[in-house]
């Protein structure tokens, strides 16, 4: 099979789901607490990272996808951070209603010293009420015709009840549009009318009600709630065994993964569903889409938590664009296990930040004098948002995607990430560099994060940069010059 990763962009997509705020707690921990047998964490850093339909829509928004949601979140911090995350990624978020009635759903995890040590939700997963029904139902209704396919992301918060699907399926229907669900719980039969569901083995396993042991058991309980659906496509996920397509008597369509190193299978459904859904929506036969989001799938599980698949990911993974430097392009999420290997092992790690909005020689003379300074060097580039809120609303000139690819080509770097600004304190955390490297023109006191640096037992290096120039500088150069000669350049008339 070949595949065209372009043609994705842009699809429009229409994702209904329950939206989550994933929140990630890091700090030490270094006692005992004498009211309990229980560790006592003193929390350094708080990262907010957008979960359940929220990771569907990060991958297909990393993948070009022009994408709406639709969803319930309540009206506190939390759901303020989801919405100002999906106005980041720039999706359309008028269809997500905030019910003060309804909490947004939260979940916090307790990272201490790299180690997972506690989860806790705050949630609730009683279904909706008909006012919200009817809100819900007409938001995507209204959405529905201008859109090239629906995913459903039901995590069991409530959200996604029987008469919703009734609702979307009318809608979809009338209008010509395929509905893929992801489901959740031992209900399938509320899914029915939709065109494709992805459930995994284990799903699979208790909604049918029967012990998957084998390929056999597996197609019994497959071809069960087929019937029982009526839904004549699904696609099992089964983990490491890779995927099973099925559709109506058909034979089986089974893809088995390509060999990789596991760190962490969270999300890999929600890639499933986002890769398999734009694939379809940019013209692929389902069989091609299936085999697009296997490859998918398998990337996103080598990574630690819940992270996106990106463009030059998948493209490297299909044997599109050969990338001998992608090994080096990491996720905030990917950092962890880097942090850790290299630690155990020793390595003096050396980490700069900033913008690298157009390269220039400044910027080399500052990464190959913080190589000189450890083992191995960690890039962390400003998000695009980051660098409009520090350079301006017409910056950067260079996108972050881009910016990532050119930095990583330098043999002086080790690994490149790719951040915003208010996760500086987290990306430090989970780091904890030897040294952290700046420009002359900053001076110690005022680098961002330098407090926790040395906590560790870290410091500052202001690197001496005599190069008078910057990214700025010559970006106003050159558009001073177009605006004082416009006809140079163009052919004669």
């Known amino acids: 099979m070949t595949f065209d990763i372009e043609k994705m962009a842009g699809c429009r997509i229409l994702v209904i789901g329950d939206l989550m705020l994933d929140a990630y707690l890091w700090g030490e921990a270094e006692r005992i607490s004498p009211e309990a047998p229980v560790q006592v964490v003193s929390v350094t850093s708080e990262e907010h990272m957008l979960g359940g339909a929220g990771n569907v829509i990060n991958n297909l928004v990393a993948l070009g996808a022009d994408v709406s949601a639709v969803g319930v979140i309540g009206s506190g911090p939390d759901a303020r951070l989801i919405l100002n995350q999906l106005k980041a990624l720039g999706v359309q978020t008028g269809g997500v209603i905030q019910d003060p009635q309804r909490p947004t759903t939260r979940k916090t995890r307790i990272i201490a010293e790299h180690q997972h040590v506690l989860r806790f939700d705050r949630e609730v997963k009683t279904e909706i009420d008909q006012q919200l029904l009817k809100q819900i139902s007409q938001s995507a209704a209204d959405r529905i015709a201008a859109t090239d396919l629906i995913l459903v992301s039901d995590y069991g918060k409530g959200l996604i009840t029987k008469k919703l699907m009734q609702s979307l399926n009318a809608a979809a229907q009338k209008h010509g549009k395929m509905i893929i669900v992801d489901p959740k719980g031992l209900d399938f039969e509320k899914y029915a009318g939709a065109s494709l569901m992805t459930p995994n083995q284990k799903e699979t396993a208790l909604a049918a009600g029967v012990d998957i042991v084998d390929h056999k058991t597996l197609s019994k309980a497959a071809r069960r709630l087929i019937k029982k659906t009526g839904i004549e ?81 998948l493209a490297a993974s299909l044997n599109l ?6 090994h080096k392009q990491k996720t905030m999420a990917d950092l962890s296990a880097v942090a850790q290997k290299l630690q155990k092992s020793g390595k003096r790690i050396v980490l700069t930040n900033g913008c690298f909005d157009l390269l220039h020689v400044g910027h080399i003379m500052l990464l190959s004098a913080s190589k000189q300074l450890g083992d191995v060097l960690v890039v962390a580039i400003d998000d695009d948002a980051s660098v409009k809120q520090l350079k301006g609303p017409e910056r950067p000139v260079i996108q972050a995607a881009e910016r990532l690819r050119i ?85 004669p008339q």
Not at 235 to 254: H, I, N, S
Not at 321 to 326: A, E, G, H, K, S
Not at 479 to 485: F, R
Request: proline content about 4%.
């Open 233 to 313: 496509k699904m696609l099992v996920t089964c983990g490491k065994e890779g995927m099973v397509y099925f559709e109506g008597d058909a034979r089986p369509y089974r893809i088995n993964t390509k060999a990789r190193q596991v760190f962490d299978v969270s999300g890999a459904g929600d890639t499933v569903l986002a890769v398999l859904g734009l694939g379809i929506a940019a013209g692929y036969a389902i069989k091609e889409a299936v085999a697009l989001s296997n490859t998918a799938a398998g990337i996103v599980v080598a990574k630690v938590g819940t992270a996106p698949v990106t463009k030059s990911e």
């Open 321 to 326: 664009i050969p990338d001998p430097t992608l």
């Open 407 to 491: 930095i990583s080509a330098l043999d002086s770097v080790d690994y490149v990430v790719i951040f915003s600004s208010h996760q500086l304190k987290a990306l430090i955390e989970i780091l904890r560099p030897a040294v952290l490297t700046k420009g002359s023109n900053y001076e110690t006191d005022t680098v961002a994060g330098r407090e926790i640096v040395e906590r560790f037992g870290g410091r500052i290096e202001i690197i001496p940069v005599t190069e008078n120039i910057s990214a700025s500088r010559i970006i106003n150069d050159i558009k001073n010059t177009g605006d004082k000669n416009p006809q140079e350049g163009k052919s």
